[in-house]
Nanobody, 124 residues
Framework: QVQLVESGGGLVQAGGSLRLSCAAS????????MGWFRRAPGKGREFVAA????????YYADSMKGRFTISRDNAKNTVYLQMNTLKPEDTAVYYC?????????????????WGQGTQVTVSS
C-alpha cells in the first residue's frame, strides 16, 4: 500500500514557477516509478512527466519539455515537479501517481496509486 500526498500548488502569474511535492508513505516507494498527471477543466487526464525508480531516467510530455523537471529523493520518499515558465494552459489539478513497476510509463493504467491532487492556477 502506498499513500501519496501532493502539495505546492497555488496561484501564479504567467511566466512564474511552482514546485510541487509528492510525499509517499509505504515500504515499496523505492521500487516504483513515479509520475505526474494533470486534469484541466473540461478535459481528460494528461500525462506530464515520469521518473524511474532510481531517478536516472525521466520522460516528459512534449509541451512540458524544457519547462518542467521531475526528480525524486528516495531517502525522503518524495517526488518533485519543478514547473517553470508557466502558462495559463498549465492550469489544472496535478496528480502524483505510483507505478506498479520500476520503470516509467506514460499510461495511467501503469499506475496503482494516486494522490488527491493539488490545484495549479496560472493567471495571464
Amino acid at each position: 500500500q502506498v499513500q501519496l500526498v501532493e502539495s505546492g500548488g497555488g496561484l501564479v502569474q504567467a511566466g512564474g514557477s511552482l514546485r510541487l511535492s509528492c510525499a509517499a508513505s509505504g515500504r515499496t516507494f523505492l521500487n516504483r516509478a513515479m509520475g505526474w498527471f494533470r486534469r484541466a477543466p473540461g478535459k481528460g487526464r494528461e500525462f506530464v512527466a515520469a521518473i524511474n525508480w532510481s531517478g536516472a531516467n525521466t520522460y516528459y510530455a512534449d509541451s512540458m519539455k524544457g519547462r518542467f523537471t521531475i526528480s525524486r529523493d528516495n531517502a525522503k520518499n518524495t517526488v518533485y515537479l519543478q514547473m517553470n515558465t508557466l502558462k495559463p494552459e498549465d492550469t489544472a489539478v496535478y496528480y502524483c501517481a505510483a507505478a506498479s513497476g520500476s520503470y516509467y510509463s506514460i499510461t495511467p493504467r501503469a499506475y496503482d496509486y494516486w494522490g488527491q491532487g493539488t490545484q495549479v492556477t496560472v493567471s495571464s
